[in-house]
Nanobody, 115 residues
Framework: QVQLVESGGGLVQAGGSLRLSCAAS????????MGWYRQAPGKQRELVAS???????NYASSLKGRFTISRDNAKNTVYLQMNNLKPEDTAVYYC?????????WGQGIQVTVSS
């Protein structure tokens, strides 16, 4: 079992920045990849970025260049640095961890970008 707790969301003006954090606990040594997803009202949940235990990253093509995912293994934490935020980035952001093909989710955190 893995527990994930997100933090760092909130309200920001367009052009601003936020950094989301996701702290993992439980069977952390079995975590393969971690990632961030988001879901806007009326839309499906979509991948934002992911990072493997070895540090390989993957991004949604539309977000690459503005968002950066990183991982601090010593703190069991994954970060999502979001720069030049746009109103269309408004969504609930979810942390995700993959363990032996099982997926765990955080409770989600709201990010709102005002124009």
């Amino acid at each position: 079992q893995v527990q994930l707790v997100e933090s760092g969301g909130g309200l920001v003006q367009a052009g601003g920045s936020l950094r989301l954090s996701c702290a993992a606990s439980g069977s952390i040594f079995e975590i393969n990849a971690m990632g961030w997803y988001r879901q806007a009202p009326g839309k499906q949940r979509e991948l934002v970025a992911s990072i493997t235990s070895g540090g390989s990253t993957n991004y949604a093509s539309s977000l690459k260049g503005r968002f950066t995912i990183s991982r601090d293994n010593a703190k069991n934490t994954v970060y999502l640095q979001m720069n030049n935020l746009k109103p269309e980035d408004t969504a609930v952001y979810y942390c995700n961890a993959e363990v032996k093909m099982s997926y765990y989710w955080g409770q989600g955190i709201q990010v709102t970008v005002s124009s």
